[in-house]
């Protein structure tokens, strides 16, 4: 690893074939995401790790490191671009972090205390979406899902299995289980699928669990997320 | 006889005088008087303006997110709401009987609510009224008047609701919606520093609150024809009670005297409740009219809170508190004391009992347990009952088989005392308003005895408001006389 780049001017040193994000986690710099997942093929859909690479916008993602770059990301003008990213997020669905189980451990309100996101601005969807509490240990709440594949790509390219799905088109784009019923107790679905694990926010949720972690202890309590290793 | 001055035979030809929304309460609720040619009040009604939905949207969410859900009914009393919402989720989880760790966490955390929530009404919200008069001048009479001219009085009170806030803080994680308590216990228990932090401050706040108590009895003491007198009506009165009779602001059974102190019922569980209290809906009012089924909607209403606990219990279960409450029963020469401004003292009797049993808890070593869970066969109903800063809370749930809400019901302090808290503005207004020229401080006599009650609008309605004032006043023709504006 003798081959460089840099990042906000500090240089990272990378691997062949590593993206421009795998080296800066591996640095221990952050760049804002939310779909990306180590263990997982970027998707490149949220546009949260958006960089310049020698002044052009790139996901950092799914761009290859090159020797030599010049990568900007904790620039006043992209985070202000994230932050419109993360209020449309948060107003086309229904994100009620006060009484979210998942709050103090969701990447999705942890990145937009981070970069300072204040309001929503936008006018909210307030979108009707049914929670599926049809599975006796898994609670579906679709209400706070921002389409980032990532429990597809864990029950896919993981557990071996198609659970769940994005389907539909645009904004009409929605998570879906793989059941003709439409309810996950008629999926395959098993307690230890990687799939019920990575989801950055409060959409897949194992029953009779919420708030038993007090406040405090919870993971971007302990540090922000910028701080918090992946 | 309960119902005079609530509607006026002709109310086209009458001139309106708006108190909106109410001040220094929590909450958005106006105050309509109907007055005829010759100033003389016709009508007189408290309207809760506000629309009430936490009932029908919590319905269908899971029934461990409830307790953290339903407490943002409120930013004063949130731990009423937060701890009736678990007490009724332990009965889903089947937990019938708590570790002893959680339930003296859940009654630490609720004893620091009552502490704050009593010092913040005492001392903020109604101390300007008490000290410089309810016709005073209006630039002075707020809590930095308050400051300004009895600093120690205003500095004990800050630091008083300051500790009970604390004891949130470290129970449930947060001063305000925390997440302590889970169906079936806690999620955390306290280490030796948090005990020790609270502890160094303890046997002050004890000493604060008894002062407090002394405060609130000198004023009945100084002023009796004005004290045992405002608002003052009859009428039953309601509150849970522990066991022997003993008062316990966290569980218990309803017991129930009639206005001459009589016991009316007694040692009713929670469960049963529907079989006493039934609601009544106006049609000028968001707030329901709770009353007594056996005596009807005309005759069953009935008052909750500090002026109905300390009268209904046989004791109270710390020392000194105790003895304020038997002077206080001694003061009332034989009968119930039903003037509004009693809940005042009253309410400082319990803050005492609160700083007292909270003193208590914390030289309990269950407070340092590590067993913060039980657990057994699933149930579908549940019933979350505790004494709230503002008189009783009723919480009832039923949970489908796949966990979540399927009904709620929500019976909050404010509601039981609506149709008191129209009596005790109708008694004022005859007395004060009555045939003379409306003035902001006499209007302010109306909103003195509405704050007696510490009413929580926002829970009794479920919605939350702004406290800006202005009243106006309006011919018979409907053109405007007179305006008085208010900030918050």
């Not at chain 2, 280490?191 to 000493?207: P, T």
């Not at chain 2, 909050?412 to 008694?427: F, G, K, L, P, Y």
């Amino acid at each position: 690893m003798s081959e460089k780049f840099t990042l906000d001017g500090q240089e990272i040193l990378f691997r062949a074939g590593q993206t421009i994000i795998q080296a800066a986690q591996d640095a221990g710099a952050w760049i804002p995401h939310l779909c990306y997942h180590p263990e997982f093929k970027p998707h490149g859909s949220c546009k949260l790790c958006t960089v310049t690479v020698n002044g052009r916008h790139m996901a950092s993602c799914t761009t290859q490191a090159a020797a030599g770059q010049v990568v900007e990301s904790n620039t006043e003008a992209l985070n202000g671009e994230r932050r419109t990213l993360l209020q449309m997020l948060f107003v086309e669905g229904n994100h009620f972090c006060p009484s979210c189980e998942k709050s103090g451990d969701c990447k999705l309100q942890a990145t937009a205390y981070e970069l300072g996101m204040m309001t929503p601005h936008f006018d909210h969807f307030y979108p009707s979406r049914p929670v599926d509490a049809s599975h006796p240990e898994v609670l579906l709440d679709f209400n706070r899902c921002i389409l980032c594949s990532l429990c597809v790509r864990a029950s896919r390219d993981v557990d071996g299995k198609c659970v769940f799905a994005l389907s539909g088109r645009g904004i009409g784009t929605r998570l879906v289980v793989n059941a003709a019923s439409g309810r996950l107790v008629d999926t395959d679905v098993a307690m230890d699928d990687k799939a019920l694990s990575v989801c950055p926010v409060g959409v897949i949720l194992k029953k009779r669990r919420g708030f038993a972690v007090p406040i405090g202890e919870r993971t971007y309590d302990q540090a922000p997320i910028s701080e918090v290793k992946e | 006889m309960s119902y005079h001055l609530e509607t006026a035979e002709h109310p086209e030809t009458l001139r309106r005088v708006a108190i909106d929304p109410v001040s220094r309460v929590e909450g958005h609720g106006k105050v309509t008087l109907l007055l005829d040619e010759a100033n003389k009040v016709q009508q007189v009604r408290l309207h809760i303006v506000e629309f009430r939905g936490f009932e029908k949207f919590i319905q269908g969410r899971p029934y461990w997110e409830v307790p953290v859900m339903v407490q943002r009914l409120c930013g004063i009393c949130p731990v009423s709401h937060h701890l009736a919402a678990a007490k009724a989720m332990d009965a889903i989880v089947g937990a019938k009987r708590l570790t002893p760790t959680a339930e003296k966490v859940r009654r630490l955390m609720h004893y620091g609510q009552i502490l704050q929530s009593h010092a913040l009404h005492f001392f903020h919200l109604c101390s300007p009224d008490l000290l410089f008069g309810f016709g005073s001048d209006v630039g002075q009479r707020n809590i930095v008047g308050v400051a300004a001219r009895h600093p120690e009085t205003a500095r004990r009170g800050v630091l008083i609701r300051k500790f009970g806030q604390e004891a949130i803080r470290i129970t449930a994680g947060k001063r305000i919606h925390g997440t302590g308590a889970i169906p079936g216990g806690v999620n955390k228990s306290l280490s030796v520093e948090e005990r020790d932090f609270l502890l160094k401050d303890a046997y002050q706040i004890v000493a604060w609150c008894r002062d407090a108590v002394r405060l609130a009895r000198e004023l009945h003491e100084t002023d009796p024809a004005l004290y045992n007198s405002f608002g003052i009506f009859r009428s039953h009165f309601m509150s849970l009670i522990g066991a022997n009779g003993a008062l316990d602001l966290y569980d218990g059974k309803l017991r129930a005297r009639d206005d001459q102190g009589a016991i009316y019922f007694d040692d009713v569980a929670q469960s049963d409740y529907e079989k006493y209290i039934q609601e009544e809906v106006k049609p000028w009012s968001y707030m329901k009219f709770p009353y007594f089924r056996t005596l009807g909607n005309e005759h069953g209403w009935y008052k909750v809170g500090p002026l109905a606990r300390v009268q209904n219990c046989d004791s109270m279960p710390t020392p000194l508190a105790d003895a304020e409450r038997r002077e206080f029963i001694d003061y009332a020469g034989g009968s119930p004391m039903h003037a509004a401004l009693g809940y005042h003292w009253a309410r400082m009797i319990e803050m005492l009992h609160a700083a007292e049993t909270i003193k208590d808890l914390l030289h309990d070593p269950d407070l340092l347990g590590s067993e913060l869970m039980a657990s057994g066969e699933r149930g579908f109903e549940g019933f979350g009952m505790i004494e709230a800063p503002r008189g009783t809370l009723i919480h009832h749930y039923r949970v489908d088989e796949n966990d979540l809400v399927s009904m709620c019901n929500l019976i909050v302090s404010t509601t039981h005392n609506n149709q008191a808290m129209n009596e005790a503005i109708r008694h004022v207004a005859r007395r004060y308003l009555h045939g003379r020229e409306i003035t902001e401080g006499l209007l302010n006599h109306i909103e003195v005895a509405i704050r007696a009650f510490d009413p929580c609008l926002s829970c009794a309605t479920h919605a939350l408001g702004k406290m800006p004032l202005v009243v106006e006043l309006r011919d018979a023709g409907g053109e405007l006389v007179h305006q008085l504006s208010r900030n918050a």
